[in-house]
């Protein structure tokens, strides 16, 4: 094989390597208490859902995670209706790590009465809390520009 050739093979190896690293994987943390996926260089989590440990009471939702693959992932956001329905959570607590809480993130959470959001909050998804009937108030972010209708 001549050098242009090697050249060109080495090229579409980094290029299948990066594109199979860039692919959204889902993971379940180590304390079965969250779904998330990683997208991205550097890898990041978005949280998609609580896993088989949580599902009512108060959550504290961490900075980090670590998969069941040993890897750690700093939390970026709350995915699209990551809570949405779970009507029994009545609190939940977002870090600064986090910069986007999704559409209808936490939908239909009708006992939710207690909610702190990360000053590092840009984005707020469309009925992010719609339907959180009992929720009696929200400090916002200054960082928010404008929170989607619904």
Same mark, same amino acid.
């Given at each position: 094989m001549n050098t242009k050739n090697m050249a060109v093979l080495i090229a579409a190896v980094a290029a299948a390597a990066f594109t199979q690293s860039a692919k959204a994987?889902?993971?379940t943390d180590t304390t079965q208490q969250y779904t998330f996926t990683t997208n991205g260089t550097p890898a990041v989590a978005t949280i998609t859902g609580p896993g088989?440990?949580? =599902?009512?009471?108060?959550?504290?939702?961490?900075?980090?995670?670590? =998969?069941? +693959?040993?890897y750690a992932y700093d939390v970026a956001a709350i995915g699209d209706m990551a809570f949405s329905g779970y009507s029994y959570l009545t609190g939940v607590t977002i870090p600064g790590s986090?910069? +986007?809480i999704g559409l209808e993130a936490f939908y239909n959470c009708y006992a939710l009465t207690n909610l702190i959001i990360g000053t590092n909050v840009v984005n707020i998804g469309s009925g992010a809390f719609a339907n959180c009937f009992i929720l009696p108030n929200v400090t916002i972010p200054n960082k928010v520009p404008a929170i989607a209708s619904g």
């Open positions: 994987q889902t993971f088989s440990a949580l =599902a009512w009471g108060n959550v504290s939702i961490p900075s980090s995670l670590t =998969a069941t +693959n040993g986090v910069t +986007n």
